[in-house]
């Protein structure tokens, strides 16, 4: 409490705090300690459990996802090999078929792996296939390598076709069915995903272009428009090549650098493969450029020949780099699983420890509490008995430590209390004896005898004796003075007998007047109380107009806030209406662009169409595309016509509802001023009702004060009315009472002559 009386801040916080817990402490109060603690161990013990339950799911979770990933690296490994010996074998066999001589070797060589990499596949199909859901197709890829071996493939496009068939399908494996059943298209992790997309994207399809391109273009077309089929689905291949190859190297490689540098990991061999093997994609690309696209002869078999060794050469570097990716992500995935892994087991660790610590603490917190209850109980016992001599002392330096010292302090308190008791017990029978005797002196003076004393002792009641003594010593003289003054009142009391009566007859008058002055009094107070009464009900009025002024000006001022929204909203919507102007002022801008544009490409389509006149059967196919791209660029150009007519027009409408809003927001202000007006007009007339309020209500407080100092002037007048005439009893009860003190004076003279004083 501060000296105010108030409680302080802390008091207020710490009574709201105890306010909080009163149910909390009521339950606390009921129970012992053993099911105190058994109900705070449930309570921390629940909710660790639950986190560690789901800090074990989680970890669990993430362990099985990523060794879902491990399932589908593995199961990839041998299908790469199996595509590549597929590929292989297809750049061998289409170069047999072309007659080239020394490529049966590589045929019979992949053949002879592609059956071992069936194997490894079955294996690991086996193994995972049903989680993977890999197995339906991968029996039809070995059906179509088993019916491939089984054929005789006379021209250079049965052999393409039925190699790229497999291909196909096992490219789909990788990607559609292990890549995205085993989690790997859903890796998070930056560096994971840069390895992952090479992986199974960009590495499977670099390996079919690579082979698709060299068999396409040393197959042999049948006339001048297969020739330039042949050449556009030739170029469309070398560019989303080459658009691989730069993403394979600006992104996924780049990528995969900067996050292993982040991670401290060391991948200079990896990348060092990875610049090698971009190096031979770029050199088939410029191969396939050369030769095919730009050459203006058709290769002869002299000149294939290095082309399908090159082929094989750059597919074979390419594996290599797609054969160190897999190891390089599996081994990523398995430091993520060995990661989540330590986590879950450090997590589960740490639970056990701290869930083992604090019920170990709690034992200990519970021992410590039972063992310092016993000692303060058997404390209790022995100073209850009064026993206990030697100063209590508990181990435990906690609130019970303190109440073992306060325990101490008690036992002090009560052996202090116990030798005060016998000592008073002594006194008060010393006591006991001088009150026997100072009673026997007292009963001798109430019988008269004033000339008695009492013993004086040492203690409280010596000096009661000592008091006593001098009372009678004083009531000795004052009896004879007493004496002495009885004579002088009988004579006295005769004089005031006769004044009494002269009293009791001016009493009597006096009664009379007053009677006449208190109806004057009381006809002034009704006159008064009908004046407060109109003065209240004028009062009244006037705050009902004071209430209704300021009513009036609350809603001139809610009207002038509206008006004032309404302007801010019309000033918006011009803006934007302004803004959308000038947006329709760049989009014509923009289509005017968009017109030249189709008119060069017009131009250009239509040079392009001349040239492809001139160069006559080779330029037909090119021609037809110039017509198509410049009838697109007519459409465009009329489309551009339309856009810019249909864009004017939104301007000047616009337009037109800007200037329309413009005139609406000097409406809306001109309306706001009026309004501010009325307000400003409203407040005087407020100001007004309020000092006439003020005036009235004066005026009904002076004429209420004026009332009620007309009724206490009733009030005092009947008081004083009253007074007269108990003036006027007392008076005559006065020369009554005086011959009674006559008597009375007689009696006492006889009653004091009893006493003895000398």
Same mark, same amino acid.
């Given at each position: 409490?501060?000296? #105010? ?52 799911? %989680? ?48 045929? $019979? ?12 596949? *079955?294996?690991? *199909? ?39 068939? +497999? ?29 992952? !997309? ?9 390996? !079919? ?13 049948? *006339? ?24 394979? *190297? ?39 450029? $050369? ?15 290095? %082309? ?16 160190? +990716? ?7 995935? /398995? ?44 404390? $209790?016992?022995?100073? =209850? ?12 330096? !906690? ?82 003075? =007493? ?14 007998? &006769? ?25 002034? &107070? ?16 006037? @705050? ?34 302004? =803004? ?13 662009? %968009? ?46 016509? /339309? %856009? !810019? ?20 927001? @000097? ?11 009325? #307000? ?52 005559? #009860? ?25």
């Amino acid at each position: 409490m501060n000296a #105010g009386g108030t409680p302080s801040g802390f008091g207020q916080v710490w009574g709201m705090v105890s306010f909080l817990f009163q149910p909390s402490m009521a339950l606390m109060n009921r129970l012992k300690y053993v099911w105190k603690f058994l109900i705070i161990g449930v309570l921390v013990a629940v909710p660790l459990g639950y986190v560690l339950f789901l800090q074990n799911a %989680i970890s669990q979770e993430r362990i099985e996802f990523n060794e879902k990933e491990r399932s589908g690296v593995r199961w990839v490994e041998p299908a790469r090999e199996f595509l590549y010996q597929i590929e292989r074998r297809r750049v061998a066999s289409v170069g047999v078929a072309l007659g080239l001589t020394g490529f049966s070797g590589d045929v $019979t060589a992949a053949t002879e792996e592609a059956n071992k990499a069936v194997k490894k596949v *079955d294996e690991q *199909d086996a193994e995972v296939g049903d989680e993977l859901r890999t197995t339906k197709k991968w029996k039809q890829a070995k059906t179509l390598w088993e019916g491939l071996q089984k054929q005789k493939l006379a021209t250079a496009d049965e052999a393409d076709k039925y190699h790229a068939d +497999i291909a196909s399908l096992m490219i789909d494996l990788v990607l559609n069915q292990a890549g995205s059943n085993s989690n790997l298209v859903l890796d998070q992790e930056l560096e994971s995903y840069f390895l992952m !997309d090479a992986y199974l994207r960009k590495m499977p399809s670099l390996v !079919d272009s690579i082979a698709r391109s060299a068999t396409l273009g040393m197959r042999p077309q049948p *006339d001048e428009q297969a020739e330039a089929e042949r050449n556009v689905e030739l170029a469309g291949i070398y560019k989303q090549f080459l658009n691989q190859t730069t993403e394979l *190297d600006k992104t996924n490689f780049a990528g995969f650098r900067e996050a292993a540098k982040k991670r401290g990991q060391n991948v200079a061999q990896t990348l060092k493969l990875a610049e090698k093997s971009l190096d031979k994609l770029n050199q088939h690309a410029e191969m396939v450029r $050369t030769k095919f696209l730009t050459a203006k002869e058709k290769p002869n078999q002299d000149a294939l020949r290095p %082309i399908v060794t090159a082929t094989l050469e750059n597919a074979l570097q390419t594996v290599e780099l797609w054969r160190r +990716i897999g190891p390089q992500l599996d081994a990523l995935i /398995e430091d993520r699983v060995d990661g989540y892994t330590f986590d879950r087991n450090l997590a589960l660790g740490i639970a056990v420890f701290a869930a083992l610590a604090l019920a170990y603490l709690f034992v200990g917190f519970f021992l410590s509490v039972q063992r310092s209850i016993a000692v303060l109980g058997s404390a $209790t016992g022995r100073m =209850i008995a009064g026993t206990m001599e030697e100063q209590l002392r508990l181990d435990a330096q !906690d609130e019970l430590g303190q109440i073992g010292t306060q325990y101490g302090q008690i036992n002090d308190a009560l052996v202090e209390a116990r030798t005060l008791k016998n000592r008073v017990e002594d006194e008060n029978r010393q006591l006991q004896e001088n009150i026997f005797d100072l009673l026997q002196v007292v009963s001798d003076a109430a019988d008269g005898n004033l000339t008695v004393r009492a013993r004086v002792t040492e203690g409280a009641l010596g000096n009661v004796a000592d008091g006593f003594n001098n009372l009678l010593e004083s009531m000795q003289n004052l009896i004879g003075r =007493i004496q002495q003054q009885l004579e002088r009142s009988n004579r006295a009391v005769v004089e005031i007998s &006769s004044l009494a009566k002269g009293m009791a007859n001016g009493a009597t008058n006096q009664a009379k007047d007053i009677l006449t002055a208190r109806q004057l009094v009381m006809q002034m &107070s009704e006159e008064n109380s009908r004046v407060s009464q109109d003065a209240l009900t004028a009062a009244t009025a006037a @705050q009902r107009t004071e209430a209704s002024a300021i009513e009036g000006a609350e809603r001139v001022e809610n009207v002038i806030s509206t008006m004032n929204e309404l302007r801010a909203s019309v000033q918006a919507g011009a803006k934007r209406m302004k =803004i959308l102007g000038d947006r329709s002022l760049e989009i014509t801008g923009i289509v005017a662009t %968009i017109s030249r544009i189709s008119e060069k490409t017009n131009l250009l389509a239509l040079n392009a169409a001349i040239e492809a006149a001139l160069a006559g059967e080779h330029g037909r196919g090119f021609h037809v595309v110039a017509e198509e791209v410049r009838k697109l660029a007519e459409r465009t150009a009329a489309a551009t016509k /339309e %856009i !810019d007519k249909l864009v004017k027009a939104i301007h000047a409408e616009t337009k037109e509802t800007a200037e329309a809003i413009e005139r609406q927001t @000097q409406v809306v202000e001109q309306e706001s001023q009026l309004v501010a007006e009325a #307000g400003v007009s409203l407040g005087k007339i407020r100001q007004v009702s309020t000092e006439s309020a003020g005036l009235v209500a004066h005026i009904a407080t002076v004429a209420k004060a004026q009332v009620e100092g007309t009724q206490t002037m009733v009030r005092t007048m009947e008081e004083v009315t009253a007074i007269a005439q108990q003036t006027q009893k007392g008076a005559d #009860g006065t020369v009554a009472t005086v011959g009674e003190l006559i008597s009375l004076t007689e009696q006492i003279t006889q009653n004091i002559r009893q006493f003895k004083v000398a």
